[in-house]
Each structure stands twice: as C-alpha cells, then as structure tokens.
C-alpha cells in the first residue's frame, strides 16, 4: 500500500511563504500524478494543485494561482508545493494525493492513496 507523508507545514504570517514537501518510502512516485488538496474546518475538500507524472502537465485553483507553485524532483521521489503570499483564508489541512492514471486533476474522487496532512496556519 502506497502511503504518503507531507511536512512542511507551520504557522506562517499573511504574505509569509511555506514550502509543503510530499514523499513515500518504498514507492517511486514517478509513475502517479500528484494532487495537492486542502481542507478548512468545516469546509470540503479542496483540490489546489495538481502535477503530473513527467511534471509536464500542472493545474492550479484559480484562488491560489499566481501565488503557488507545484514542482517535482522525481529523482529525490518528492513532490513540492511552494505557497507564497499567504492569506488567512489558505488555513486548512493540506493533504497530498497519488492518482495511479496519471490524470493530474483537481478532484478528490479520483485519487488513489492519500497521506495524513500537515496543518497550515495563516495568521498574525
């Protein structure tokens, strides 16, 4: 079973930046697209970026795009999330995902195996 393990996560002040990292052990995650999804309390999950498996192909929510950047290094088997000028409103669980089509997309339904989470936090 491939499992997921984001970090990067922290309290970071509005217009701060964080980078969220995404890896597995024992898998080669080159093969599978990856999701980036988010979730505030009380909120559905969101997806916010997506990559696909060459990272030829990514797509951005239109509320983060311009503001965060999702880039691979399939050789470090590690997916990265860069977010920068935070807002409040980017509070949430941030999750990563593998879609084993390789269908870089932005809903949830469509991926496979799903990490933990790592918490972000927007505030003064």
């Known amino acids: 079973q491939l499992q997921l393990v984001e970090s990067g996560g922290g309290l970071v002040q509005p217009g701060g930046s964080l980078r969220l990292s995404c890896s597995a052990s024992g898998f080669t995650l080159g093969y599978y697209a990856i999701g980036w999804f988010r979730q505030a309390p009380g909120k559905e999950r969101e997806g916010v970026s997506s990559?696909?498996?060459?990272?030829?192909?990514?797509n951005y929510a239109d509320s983060v795009k311009g503001r965060f950047t999702v880039s691979r290094d399939n050789a470090e088997n590690t997916i990265y999330l860069q977010m920068t000028s935070l807002k409040h409103e980017d509070t949430a669980i941030y999750y990563c995902a593998a879609d084993a089509h390789d269908r870089p997309l932005l809903f949830p339904d469509e991926y496979d195996f799903w990490g933990q989470g790592t918490q972000v936090t927007v505030s003064s």
């Open positions: 990559i696909s498996s060459s990272g030829g192909s990514t």
